[in-house]
């Protein structure tokens, strides 16, 4: 079942700018993590985010989270061609054994 | 290098022909897990190990199997598979469930049933 719910689906920005995306979930989590995917390749692990955080920096990621709403964002400044890819977010909810990923958010990079 | 091994990268079979997408981990991680990604469902997934001997299932589990008989591997097993199993799959492994460091995974399979 999907937990996490990103937002937008899709975006696409030019290089240089700033790309903001949002993940909305449902229960109670121990963490949130944000994976990225080139291209049908496998996921990489960017950051995690513990329950009890608000905010966390990773070089040019920023992500924040509400738990009072069940919420997360992603920001990625100065975006770079390299930066296309898909973007997921992930929850590791209590009582789980798994983490339940969104569907994703695209994001192009134009030159 | 730490990875996570799956072969083959791409596979064609045909519905009925069993078939074995195996799965190796050089990090001593103790959870693995196996997941599908279709367009617009995100990943889902299929099944789980928590240790040597110990799998569950998972939330797509139906015409999969798993073994889990040495802690570096977890084979993904399709006794029979259909058209509806033509996806993308991923081996994944952590050090534990919920993956406090994150998990690793691999470089995919992309297998077409036809």
């Known amino acids: 079942s999907q937990q996490g719910e990103e937002d937008p689906q899709a975006l696409s920005i030019q290089e240089g700018e700033n790309a903001t995306m949002n993940c909305s979930y449902k229960t109670s989590i121990n963490n949130l993590q944000w994976y990225r995917q080139n291209s049908g390749r496998g996921l990489v692990h960017l950051i995690l985010?513990?329950?009890?955080?608000r905010e966390k920096h990773s070089g040019r990621l920023r992500v924040t989270l509400d738990t009072s709403k069940k919420s997360s964002s992603l920001l990625i400044t100065a975006s770079r061609a390299a930066d296309t890819a898909s973007y997921f977010c992930a929850t590791d909810a209590a009582g789980d054994y798994k983490l339940s990923f969104g569907a994703g958010t695209t994001v192009t990079v134009r030159a | 290098e730490a990875q996570v091994t799956q072969n083959p990268r791409y596979l064609i079979t045909v519905t009925g022909k069993k078939l074995t997408v195996t799965c190796s981990q050089n990090m001593n991680h103790e959870y693995m897990s196996w997941y599908r990604q279709d367009p617009g469902l995100g990943l889902r997934q299929i099944y789980y190990s928590m240790n040597v001997e110990v799998t569950d299932k998972g939330d797509v589990p139906e015409g999969y199997k798993v073994s889990r008989k040495e802690k570096r591997n977890f084979p993904l097993i399709l006794e029979s598979p259909s058209p509806n199993q033509t996806s993308l799959y991923f081996c994944?492994?952590?050090?534990?469930?919920?993956?406090?460091?994150?998990?690793?995974f691999g470089s995919g399979t992309r297998l077409t049933v036809v």
């Open positions: 994944a492994s952590s050090f534990r469930p919920g993956g406090a460091s994150g998990y690793t």
């Open positions: 985010i513990r329950s009890n955080e």
